[in-house]
């Protein structure tokens, strides 16, 4: 059985680098086939894609956060990063990584399964 | 980006009725050349992640009850659970995956009434 777990800070100062990991458990992340996801959810609200990267660290993120995005896989670990610069109020949020299995080298994939627990981070002073 | 609407935004029904959520995109999620739809529903429940009911509109996941049935194409689709169970109380998403990036309707919140 396939299992991820999000970790990393619950709180950023503004302005800072919010930093999480996705710790794969069940399956290797070598293999290939899949995009590891990260997804978040502001408080009370629906779900934003944030980007994916292969297991050769090919990346592809969402255009509206893409400036501000850096994930990067560690396939010794079975671990994926996420990292996000200049955070302010409006990044507070749950994030969720997931797994996806991917169509092609163009960032397609298909639907999130599964999915972590998700970490809560909040960005106050 | 394409855009998923869902409607109703929050729905009450009645142990053992019929729920039925709505859910449309901004573009076609149909693929001419596998005749697919790109589209799942995913049920989450409070303090828990999403889980995939449905995908490629209407198939159902494994493990998934049968109460639980996935149709539509094109733009227009829709979740219909056939008879309410109480642990059926939950926010249900549509996503197409259909182009990056993928993107997810706002949510609908079934309750029971």
């Known amino acids: 059985q396939v299992q991820l777990q999000e970790s990393g800070p619950g709180l950023v100062k503004p302005s800072q680098t919010l930093s999480l990991t996705c710790t794969v458990s069940?399956?290797?992340?070598?293999?290939?086939?899949?995009?590891w996801s990260w997804i978040r959810q502001h408080p009370g609200k629906g779900l934003e894609w944030i980007g994916y990267?292969?297991?050769?660290?090919?990346?592809h993120y969402n255009p509206a956060l893409g400036s501000r995005l850096t994930m990067s896989v560690d396939p010794s670990k079975n671990q994926f990063s996420l990292k996000v610069n200049s955070v302010t109020a409006a990044d507070t949020a749950v994030y969720l990584c997931?797994?996806?299995?991917?169509?092609?080298?163009?960032?397609?994939?298909?639907?999130?399964?599964?999915w972590g627990q998700g970490t809560l981070v909040t960005v106050s002073s | 980006d394409i855009v998923m609407t869902q409607s109703p935004d929050s729905l009450a029904v009645s142990l053992g009725e019929r729920a039925t959520i709505n859910c449309k995109s901004s573009?076609?999620?149909?693929?001419?050349?596998?005749?697919?739809?790109?589209l799942a529903w995913y049920q989450q429940k409070p303090g828990q992640p999403p889980k995939v009911l449905i995908y490629?509109?209407?198939t159902r996941e494994s493990g998934v009850p049968d109460r639980f049935s996935g149709s539509g194409s094109g733009t227009d689709f829709t979740l219909t659970i056939s008879s309410l169970q109480a642990e059926d109380v939950a926010v249900y998403y549509c996503?197409?995956?259909?182009?990056?990036?993928?993107?997810f309707g706002q949510g609908t919140k079934l309750e029971i009434k």
């Open positions: 997931a797994r996806a299995k991917s169509r092609d080298n163009s960032g397609n994939s298909d639907w999130f399964d599964p």
């Open positions: 069940g399956a290797s992340i070598s293999s290939g086939g899949y995009y």
């Open positions: 990267i292969s297991y050769s660290g090919r990346t």
């Open positions: 573009y076609s999620v149909l693929s001419r050349s596998n005749n697919k739809n790109y």
């Open positions: 490629w509109a209407s």
């Open positions: 996503h197409q995956y259909y182009t990056t990036p993928s993107t």
